[in-house]
């Protein structure tokens, strides 16, 4: 997949082009409908199907004090957009001069450098100055810009619709299995690791750490079993979020143990998928306590895993 972080003239290299327009924050379910109807239709048309998104939440310019916590991360939607079949990602920033673009001048932004066939969008898209635009409107207006658009059907599951809003809510309140299902896949949280105090080799448990940013969803402090990627390998891992109570405590951080691993990590990319909870975060006692927990999280841990094969 080719990733573009700028708007670029693209007519020329690619005379059939189906795009799929969204902020796709998470790529869950919902908008995995959407973007596998704009890669079949490319496939049928024998074109090219390209993903137009934001690399921040518009929110985050128009209204800061409003915008969502973010759950996903750009490494995981370029993963997943990858494996969807997606030919083209476009993610660029949006910023204050695009806020203010009317949805007639947006529209001609996409004539001019993609000349779409198709446009895909879900039912409650919206563009252009204040979000004036919206899926009737590209009905509508689709002649006039050379393009006919699809609007595919919200995704329902278990009596609710699938959205950003429903899955920040599921991870906040800790129910990890029902965000999961609304994700299509495990929940994942990916950075790069930092430097800790180092206790957790001198107890028999190395972990690498994460920094948690104020803008991501996140679930409540406790500790995972999580399947963990590094340098391309998978392994298994028992992960911990929270401030560390045993000891003097910490910022509010993610600690991951990877199983049967041993090797300097640090600053490498991690990326970190949460399976299930095994427990919440507590304070203990002592050390000789912790440790004891963390022996029996790790044997809970290696049984869950045997479930997921």
Same mark, same amino acid.
Request: glycine share 8%; hydrophobic share 45%; net charge positive.
């Given at each position: 997949m080719q990733v573009f972080s700028k708007i670029m003239d693209l007519t020329q290299l690619y005379p059939r082009i189906v795009m799929a327009l969204g902020t796709f924050d998470g790529v869950h379910v919902g908008h995995q409908s959407i973007i596998r109807q704009a890669v079949s239709l490319a496939e049928k048309i024998q074109g090219i199907s390209v993903v137009f998104t934001f690399s921040n939440h518009p929110l985050s310019v128009i209204a800061p004090e409003q915008a969502p916590l973010q759950i996903g991360d750009m490494i995981s939607k370029e993963n997943i957009l990858t494996e969807l079949g997606v030919d083209i990602l476009v993610n660029i920033p949006f910023t204050k001069k695009f806020a203010k673009i009317s949805p007639e001048r947006f529209l001609e932004t996409l004539q001019e450098n993609f000349a779409p066939a198709y446009i895909v969008v879900g039912p409650n898209f919206s563009f252009g100055y204040r979000g004036k635009g919206n899926p009737r409107m590209l009905v509508r207006e689709g002649h006039t810009y050379g393009f006919?658009?699809?609007?595919?059907?919200?995704?329902?599951?278990?009596?609710?619709t699938v959205s950003s809003t429903r899955i920040r809510e599921l991870l906040l309140g800790g129910n990890l299995d029902l965000a999961n299902e609304f994700l299509g896949r495990p929940f994942s949280f990916g950075g790069r690791v930092v430097h800790g105090d180092r206790r957790g080799r001198l107890l028999g448990f190395p972990?690498?750490?994460?920094?948690?940013?104020?803008?991501? +969803?996140? $679930?409540?402090?406790?500790?995972?079993?999580?399947?963990?990627?590094? #340098?391309?390998?998978?392994?298994?891992?028992?992960?911990?979020?929270?401030?560390?109570?045993?000891?003097?405590?910490?910022?509010?951080?993610?600690?991951?143990?990877?199983?049967d691993f041993s090797g300097d990590i640090y600053? +490498?990319? $991690?990326?970190?998928?949460?399976?299930?909870?095994?427990?919440?975060? #507590?304070k203990f006692p002592s050390a000789e306590h912790l440790v004891r927990q963390l022996h029996e999280d790790k044997a809970t841990a290696r049984t869950l895993f045997d479930g997921y094969q």
């Open positions: 006919k658009a699809e609007i595919a059907a919200a995704v329902q599951w278990q009596g609710h972990t690498a750490n994460l920094a948690i940013a104020d803008s991501r +969803a996140m $679930l409540p402090n406790g500790v995972y079993a999580v399947r963990v990627t590094l #340098q391309g390998k998978g392994y298994e891992g028992i992960a911990n979020i929270g401030t560390n109570p045993t000891f003097e405590g910490c910022n509010r951080r993610l600690e991951v143990h990877i199983l600053d +490498a990319a $991690l990326q970190v998928q949460f399976l299930k909870k095994i427990r919440d975060e #507590q």
